[in-house]
């Protein structure tokens, strides 16, 4: 039995092998907080403690809380502990999430000091906050003089929240998403927007902040989980010592309600801002239907299954009504179950549409539901999806988030909403018992039958463009502002004065960082870990394989070098990407490919990828690769499926080619604002080397512009046909360029996945010769642009032109960007300016140093605040200490540690593009060693407005500011 704390009793404890570890379960004697834990043989270890949060408004009263508890606390006084912590640690994750029932506190570090430091600062945070007044003046709502001592200039709104949720609710799917949860959950918490809806913060009071983290921040109403290899009783004894001890009684625990049920199904109709002349074709139309509760693993795995059975590819059939319907442009990206609430939701549906097809498409989606129900599924395809859903288990993560993080995260619900947490973790027995019961044809008939075409808790939403929507909203927030301005006393003036002074007071205090515990340079690791690959060669094909712990799953790539392409084939290069693995192959249709790839493979995916080369900057790696991953069971039919869809893709199914491009056309206006300081940082980069200028004209706001120019272009036929020829070059090209490959598996599958490339790729060298190669020319002017579109808040960015990542400046400019950001930006630009983030970075693949800012009120101010951050840096209140914390800040980001599969690819890349240890570890002596001294020297080297480029992305009632300012306007 595993040894607990003498205050917690152990409950049991559950050995997983598929993910080769061991949960114990232990709960709080005293006031009932459960404590998981993932013991696993990691060094990463992650700590996160979640609070059920249950909002019964839309003030943003659980996200503002979030926000203001890491402001300070009793035994950390300071005003800004988080981000203090994030600069005097080697954490490979820091953060805090709101979620629509929950707020969790997560850490994962591999460095056991910072463990301890980070665990007392998260706990005291938690328990014992100060929550004080100006803090949540500042991070969640104030009133504000525009001039801030002159009460007769224009009252407004500020506080990073405030402005967070205006950037975020800008995003046409996070308000389709908040407009049906508000319409299934017509009772619950789920009702509300969790992170606050812009109109509705300024209504919440501070008293109401405070009465929030009483009512629901107690440890019985809390959940801590861990993972990695400190023990269990390691863990409690810090848990009691901080915090736990301190609290003698338990209280009752919160908990979302059950939704009540309709009657019959509802029709709900809404609009978004956009701000666009043509608004034809922009409607959503979406249905959702309310399901059981989440807290049964196999009932999670049904609606995981069903999801996958309708939607997961062109061959499920739901999915393929919406791909082929003329009444819509693509599906909707909220499709498929949402099992994170305590009740799921399913949800299918279009965009692309009109409101007059909204009938039209309820009847689609529930004539095809009905033709499912009563005819059943292909028994193939059912084994297809159980097969994916055996994949994503045994599958190590970590690539974004730490593996042990993922995991916690996965079993969250379960530990919140009085399930099972290990049983959502361990669902071998649940997928053998669904292995056996989908052998009954009528198990997915069943399911349609009884979770949707007889549950009348649904909902059809209908969510129209509105292009006057922002200026109305602004105009009512307006006038809201002048009606209060005009009733307030000269005290309330006086006070609305008082209190931006004493926060800006508050703002200017040099808190002393000394309260709060460090790790320091010496706690560095001297050696970067590495991992070497071994050699072979499958006939003429050489290949690079790497050994490491992926857990029964292989992982393949195909390198093909870059041939030389005409300019409108790297501009389609993009749609190629998309279309080569979604069409038709070795003789079938796209229906039967993309069955067969999800029969044997986790999908496949293909891209280019251009790298800066090492000493010659005006040259560049360039590959198109294409990647798959399968179960070790599967490995030669991997090996087919790669070799089938380079060389045998059908470009001749126009149809579906049409319908592919439609698609990529729906989907590149939704990530434009959740993107948007890295678009705005592409758009400043675009002249500076060949990689930052492919980037802008493939993903920046150029690519975005060149794919809703081809969409409209492919309405006519012969323009389509001509389409796809292009699209065939490409392919012939490819074929014809030199390859190398890539292998990365555990032990028991590797000699298999060897003799699997041999059968299958023996060929795939001999059909190669080497031809010209890929160039790319750039022009090096210098630009100022401000991109328009439909958003409420700005992305500014602004970059100088500087070396690549070999040159001995190059660890000195990672620095000075961690370093600006800390001391100066994230003050100016989040604290005072109001905006959800900003700082600077070096990007050595544009050979760039750029400053940025995400989310912000203001425009020309934050630009004035970039070039101030250089005087700051002159100044005295920069010194070698403030250096220290910005080398840990680059360390840690540089020593993230990844997947085991993730680990040997970048281990590949980095061997590829000449990146060898010694590069690496002379570039990590550069940062380690870095004073304040070269950081003066390197900010007066580079940092000349002169040579400078920005970009701005914003909205249309700017563009007078703008253009006056001598910005060139672009309209998306």
Not at 18 to 34: D, F, I, P, S, W
């Amino acid at each position: 039995m595993s040894k607990s704390h003498p205050a917690f009793e152990f409950l049991g404890q559950h050995t997983i092998d598929t993910l080769n570890l061991t949960v114990e379960e232990y709960r709080h004697k005293v006031t009932g907080a459960t404590h998981y834990h993932l013991a696993a043989d990691d060094p990463q270890n992650v700590f996160l403690v979640a609070l059920r949060t249950v909002p019964m408004d839309s003030t943003g009263v659980a996200h503002i809380l979030e926000h203001t508890v890491l402001c300070g606390s009793e035994k950390y006084p300071v005003r800004d502990p988080f981000f203090m912590m994030i600069r005097r640690s080697l954490n490979t994750f820091m953060n805090a999430f709101t979620s629509s029932d929950w707020t969790a506190y997560p850490f994962a570090t591999e460095n056991r000091k910072d463990f301890q430091n980070l665990l007392q600062v998260y706990m005291d945070a938690v328990f014992f906050p100060n929550i004080d007044p100006l803090d949540f003046a500042q991070e969640g709502h104030r009133f504000e003089f525009e001039k801030m001592d002159d009460p007769t200039s224009p009252l407004t709104y500020k506080g990073v929240v405030f402005n967070e949720m205006k950037g975020a609710m800008s995003s046409p799917v996070s308000r389709l998403w908040q407009s049906m949860t508000e319409a299934l959950y017509p009772t619950n918490t789920y009702h509300y927007n969790s992170g606050g809806e812009p109109t509705d913060i300024p209504n919440l009071t501070y008293q109401q902040l405070v009465d929030f983290h009483k009512a629901h921040y107690h440890p019985s109403n809390s959940v801590f989980m861990t993972y990695g290899d400190i023990s269990a009783l390691e863990h409690q004894t810090q848990f009691e010592e901080l915090a736990l001890n301190r609290f003698k009684t338990p209280v009752a625990q919160v908990h979302v309600g059950l939704e009540e049920r309709f009657d019959e199904p509802q029709t709900v109709d809404g609009v978004y801002a956009l701000d666009e002349e043509d608004t034809s074709n922009k409607t959503h139309i979406v249905l959702g239907w309310l399901l059981g509760e989440n807290k049964d693993p196999k009932e999670v795995l049904k609606g995981q299954l069903l999801t996958s059975v309708l939607l997961d590819n062109s061959a499920s059939p739901l999915r393929k009504v919406l791909e082929e319907t003329e009444l819509a442009s693509a599906p909707s990206p909220l499709c498929g179950v949402e099992e994170s609430n305590k009740e799921m939701v399913f949800v299918v549906g279009v965009q692309g549409s009109e409101a007059e097809h909204a009938d039209a498409v309820q009847e689609l989606i529930l004539n095809e539901l009905q033709r499912i129900a009563d005819e059943g599924i292909d028994q193939k395809q059912l084994e297809a999806m159980l097969h994916q859903l055996e994949l994503s288990q045994r599958e190590v993560g970590g690539d974004s988030y730490p593996y042990g993080l993922q995991l916690i995260l996965h079993a969250l619900p379960g530990a919140l909403h009085d399930g099972d947490p290990i049983a959502l973790l361990d669902v071998d027995e649940a997928l053998k018992e669904l292995e056996e019961e989908i052998k009954n044809p009528q198990f997915i008939p069943g399911l349609v039958q009884s979770w949707l075409l007889d549950n009348p808790h649904r909902v059809r939403l209908c969510l129209q463009p509105d292009t006057e929507l922002a200026k109305r909203e602004e105009e009512i927030e307006k006038n809201k502002l002048a009606q209060i301005q005009a009733g307030l006393s000269e005290e309330e003036k006086q006070a609305i004065i008082d209190q931006a002074f004493a926060l800006e007071e508050r703002q200017q205090q040099v808190d002393d960082p000394t309260i709060l515990p460090e790790v320091t340079k010496d706690d560095i690791p001297a050696e970067i870990k590495t991992m070497t690959g071994e050699t072979l060669s499958v006939g003429d094909l050489p290949v690079t394989a790497y050994e490491c712990g992926t857990n029964g799953l292989v992982y393949e790539q195909v390198l093909i070098d870059l041939p030389e392409f005409s300019d409108n084939e790297q501009a389609i290069l993009p749609l190629f990407n998309t279309c080569i693995t979604e069409v038709g192959s070795a003789g079938r249709d796209y229906i039967e490919t993309q069955e067969h790839q999800a029969a044997v493979s986790g999908g496949i995916s293909a891209r280019s990828a251009l790298h800066s080369k090492i000493g010659q900057p005006s040259d560049c790696h360039s590959h198109y690769i294409l990647s798959s991953k399968a179960l070790n069971r599967n490995q030669q039919e991997l090996a087919g499926l790669i070799e089938d869809t380079l060389y045998t893709a059908r470009f001749d199914e126009l149809a579906r080619i049409k319908d592919l491009v439609g698609q990529v056309r729906a989907s590149v206006d939704q990530g434009i604002t959740g993107n948007g300081h890295g678009l705005a940082m592409m758009a400043a980069t675009q002249n500076f080397t060949p990689m930052a200028k492919w980037k802008f004209d493939r993903s920046g706001f150029a690519g975005i512009k060149f794919i809703k120019q081809i969409h409209e272009t492919l309405k006519d036929d012969a323009e389509l046909e001509r389409f796809a020829e292009q699209l065939q070059g490409i392919q012939s090209k490819l074929q014809a360029a030199p390859k190398r490959a890539l292998l990365v598996v555990d032990e028991p599958g590797k000699q298999q996945a060897i003799q699997g490339m041999e059968k299958q790729w023996s060929s795939l060298m001999q059909k190669a010769s080497s031809g010209s190669s890929f160039k790319l020319e750039i022009g090096q002017q210098q630009i100022k642009q401000a991109w328009v579109t439909s958003t409420q808040v700005n992305f500014c960015a602004q970059a100088y032109p500087a070396v690549l990542a070999d040159h001995a400046d190059a660890p000195k400019l990672a620095v000075l960007g961690a370093c600006l950001r800390n001391g100066f930006l994230h003050s100016a630009i989040r604290e005072k300016g109001g905006a959800y983030g900003g700082g600077a970075t070096y990007n050595a693949e544009a050979a760039a140093f750029i400053f940025y800012s995400y989310r912000d009120p203001r425009l020309m101010e934050t630009y004035a605040d970039f070039a101030k951050a250089k005087d700051w840096l002159m100044s005295n209140e920069m010194t070698q200490a403030k250096v220290d914390e910005a080398i840990l800040n680059v360390i840690s980001a540089m020593d993230k540690p990844g997947s085991p599969a993730g680990e040997a690819k970048k281990a590949f890349y980095q061997s590829l593009y000449g990146r060898t240890h010694d590069v690496r570890m002379a570039y990590r002596e550069g940062v380690i060693s870095t004073t304040v001294e070269e950081l003066r020297e390197v900010a007066e080297r580079y940092l000349n407005p002169e040579k400078s480029s920005s970009a701005v992305l914003t909205h249309s009632g700017m563009k007078e500011i703008v253009g006056d300012n001598g910005f060139e306007v672009f309209t998306l």
